[in-house]
């Protein structure tokens, strides 16, 4: 069975950085899509950055674009998003999925985290 968790998630100021964790168990090759996405309160959940292992393919959120970093350590089944120059409108949960396909064509979500907080205080 595979399971995600996520870390790293807390209260920063504006401006402030924060790098979230994705610890992946239970898959037996690396040729899997990870995803980040987040949930504001009152709002529906939406994407914000992509890695695919099958085309080295990445994709970010036009918002974050040039603020935050996705990238994954296949040896530690572990995906990282480093978040920089936060914005008190990146207050959401932020929950990470995987699954299969591209960061560029088709994807589906089959596994996602528990969701962690995190809060940009203005």
Do not use: H
């Not at 790098?19 to 914000?48: H, M, N």
């Not at 393919?57 to 918002?63: A, H």
């Not at 120059?85 to 699954?99: F, K, P, Q, R, W």
């Not at 089959?110 to 203005?122: A, E, I, L, P, R």
Request: glycine share 14%.
């Amino acid at each position: 069975e595979v399971q995600l968790v996520e870390s790293g998630g807390g209260l920063v100021q504006a401006g402030g950085s924060l790098r979230l964790s994705c610890a992946a168990d239970g898959f037996t090759s690396d040729d899997y899509v990870i995803g980040w996405f987040r949930q504001a309160p009152g709002k529906e959940r939406e994407g914000v950055s992509c890695a695919s292992s099958m085309d080295s393919s990445t994709w970010y959120k036009d918002s974050v674009k040039g603020r935050f970093t996705i990238s994954r350590d296949n040896a530690k089944s572990t995906a990282y998003l480093q978040m920089d120059g936060l914005e008190s409108e990146d207050t959401a949960v932020y929950y990470c999925a995987a699954g299969v396909g591209t960061c560029s064509g088709y994807q589906r979500w089959d596994y996602w985290g528990q969701g962690t907080q995190v809060t940009v205080s203005s």
